[in-house]
């Protein structure tokens, strides 16, 4: 059983997304918060596998509850925005999120978000990787990964990551680079754990902060 808080200071898309959630035979929401401190607590009460955390709340906000829960708790963190509050996509990501998703997705988008979420990976909604990348065209100064640690990774493995850092899906980077999707996820596997890193969302911030893509180019 998945075991979900959702947390957001508006009580009608807080409860619409509890019952899209508890309508599923394996979740269960296990907590409702209005603010990211109670977000805090709840997570640290219920042990959830997964946090729905809005961006904007009151007390403490999505990306303060963010830092928190991820450094605090073993649960992972899928922040919900609408599309013209995403400014905090970098923050939120290299605080420990593992996912960026909008409010207006549809209901099985949703499901399948979380369920992603709570088995170990990450995922973004594309026009929230466009903004990630945005992020970078700005010229902000991250200083997290130095462009040598790359020399630890093969080619085929720089290859991979220039693929994760736009986005590409498992099955999209095996067509790019003529290989089974069993070979692609051996590569992505060999990238996280070369460079320290804790999913794919990582990756696509390590292209950047390395050079290995260059915003625009």
């Known amino acids: ?60 906000d999505g990306l303060g509850a963010a830092r928190r829960i991820c450094a605090e708790t073993a649960a992972r963190v899928v922040m919900l925005t609408t599309f013209d509050q995403d400014d905090y996509v970098y923050d939120a ?13 549809r209901r099985d988008d949703l499901v399948h978000a979380v369920r992603v979420v709570a088995g170990g990976e990450a ?25 040598s640690r790359l020399r630890v990774l093969t080619p085929r493995e720089q290859e991979t990551l220039v693929l994760l850092g736009r986005g590409l899906s498992n099955a999209e980077i095996a067509a790019e680079l003529v290989v089974s999707e069993h070979t692609v996820k051996t590569h992505v596997s060999n990238v996280l754990a070369k460079l320290g890193l804790r999913d794919r969302i990582q990756a696509v911030i390590a292209a950047y902060e390395t050079g290995l893509i260059v915003p625009g180019g």
């Open 1 to 60: 059983m998945i075991r979900v808080v959702v947390a957001d200071d508006q009580e009608l898309v807080r409860s619409g997304f509890t019952m899209i959630l508890d309508a599923q035979p394996d979740f269960t929401v296990v907590a409702e918060a209005g603010n990211g401190a109670d977000a805090v607590v709840a997570a640290h009460a219920h042990a959830p596998d997964v946090v729905l955390l809005d961006v904007r709340m009151p007390v403490l």
């Open 93 to 105: 990501l290299a605080a420990g999120a593992s996912g960026f998703l909008l409010k207006d997705l």
């Open 123 to 147: 995922l973004l909604a594309p026009t929230v990787t466009r903004r990630l990348i945005a992020e970078f065209t700005r010229g902000r100064d991250r200083g997290t990964i130095a462009p």
